[in-house]
């Protein structure tokens, strides 16, 4: 449904969802509250499978399209180079990160949570230069041509509107299932 409202936003006369930082950061937040905040939220944090999620990154290798684009002369700097570079790094540390995460292998968990730091971190990065480069945003700083604004149309419109929401989504459920066995951890120390 989600998919289809993100299609959706682009056609005349039908506003499904926000655009811009707000539709990313909207069903992030309440996501966010709904697997931090409720019973079943913490069920689900508790049970998670890390290898599978971190692997699900490896999709941020299409970051590399914003450079494309750039080249292309349809998207401006530094929006281009931040996403597409940091969404390339991100992908190619997903692959080691997610094997030593699957195998428990010595190191596994520092090396996730400095990968999904970083993962996060490329979000935030490219929502900021994606927000501050938008022809006739209030916030606008970079004024390079062309601007932001072929992220919106489709095909592009679903990495803003879907997949970055998902995938900065899956980074929150990993933060929340380190902390929660850094305490399962403290916890059955301090009862031995």
């Known amino acids: 449904i989600w998919f289809a409202m993100t299609a959706a936003t682009r056609v005349p006369g039908i506003a499904a969802l926000p655009d811009g930082a707000l539709g990313i950061l909207l069903p992030v937040l309440i996501g966010s509250v709904m697997l931090a905040a409720t019973r079943a939220g913490r069920t689900i944090v508790a049970e998670l499978s890390l290898a599978p999620l971190i692997a699900l990154h490896v999709a941020r290798f299409a970051g590399g399209g914003f450079l494309l684009l750039h080249e292309a002369g349809r998207l401006s700097n530094p929006f281009a180079a931040y996403a597409g570079w940091g969404d390339i790094l991100a992908a190619g540390l ?3 990160t997610a094997v030593f995460a699957a195998r428990r292998l010595r190191g596994w ?3 996730t949570l400095i990968w999904n730091i970083v993962g996060f971190a490329d979000f ?3 929502i900021f230069f994606a927000t501050t480069s938008q022809p006739g945003s209030p916030l606008r700083l970079f004024h390079e041509p062309p601007g ?3 992220i919106m149309d489709l095909p592009w419109r679903f990495i803003p509107g879907f997949y970055v929401p998902v995938l ?3 980074h929150v459920a990993i933060f929340l299932h380190l902390r929660h066995l850094v305490r ?5 120390e301090s009862s031995q």
């Open 94 to 96: 997903a692959i080691p």
């Open 109 to 111: 968990l520092p090396l």
């Open 124 to 126: 935030c990065s490219a």
């Open 148 to 150: 932001t604004a072929v």
């Open 168 to 170: 900065l989504l899956i």
């Open 184 to 188: 399962s951890r403290r916890s059955a």
